[in-house]
């Protein structure tokens, strides 16, 4: 299995920015977007069933319609699961970051530390799908090291799924 080298990685980094298809800025706030829509589709069900009110699953339905379009703007060829991946990485994101947020005010800052680190690292999931920067047999290679403590990549050395969506955002002038 080959490693996913920094040769590589900027060379897909690179074809997608010569595509003129990449805005990272838009992409992210409309990811963002994506995550409080599944949100709202949740909250709209739960209140549903807490009041009886079958008013509420009608708005949720115009919410899903909404969010639907929406990620089909980011996911647009499916293969595999990936809409359903990408849909579920990014509610996981949102939901770590919300729990992350309440441990904050309940002056819980390690525990809310640590739910945020895996809030990014979820995210940093959504964008490698989103982006096809990996092919299935360069995942594993690609998660089992870090980079070395001074921050150096070296071409035998392994990037995380973080260490790549940072450098995305990089090459993109972000």
């Not at 977007?33 to 009608?58: C, R, V």
């Not at 299935?136 to 071409?155: F, M, R, T």
Request: net charge negative; aromatic share 6%.
């Amino acid at each position: 299995m080959k490693n996913l080298s920094l040769e590589k990685l900027l060379k897909k980094v690179e074809e997608l920015k010569a595509s003129g298809n990449v805005d990272l800025s838009t992409e992210e706030d409309l990811s963002i977007a994506i995550m409080n829509l599944i949100s709202l589709e949740e909250h709209f069900y739960f209140t549903s069933q807490k009041t009886g009110k079958d008013n509420y699953l009608g708005l949720m339905k115009e919410i899903r319609e909404v969010r639907k379009s929406l990620l089909a703007r980011m996911i647009s060829r499916h293969e595999g699961e990936t809409w359903c991946i990408s849909k579920h990485l990014l509610a996981t994101t949102m939901r770590l970051i919300e729990v992350g947020t309440k441990l904050q005010s309940k002056n819980k800052p390690e525990e809310a530390k640590d739910l945020f680190n895996k809030a990014y690292q979820i995210y940093s999931m959504f964008w490698l799908v989103r982006f096809k920067l990996l092919k299935a047999d360069e995942a594993d290679s690609l998660l089992q090291k870090n980079l070395p403590a001074d921050g150096e990549q070296k071409n035998d050395e392994l990037w995380t799924k973080e260490d790549i969506l940072n450098k995305l955002i990089d090459c993109c002038g972000e």
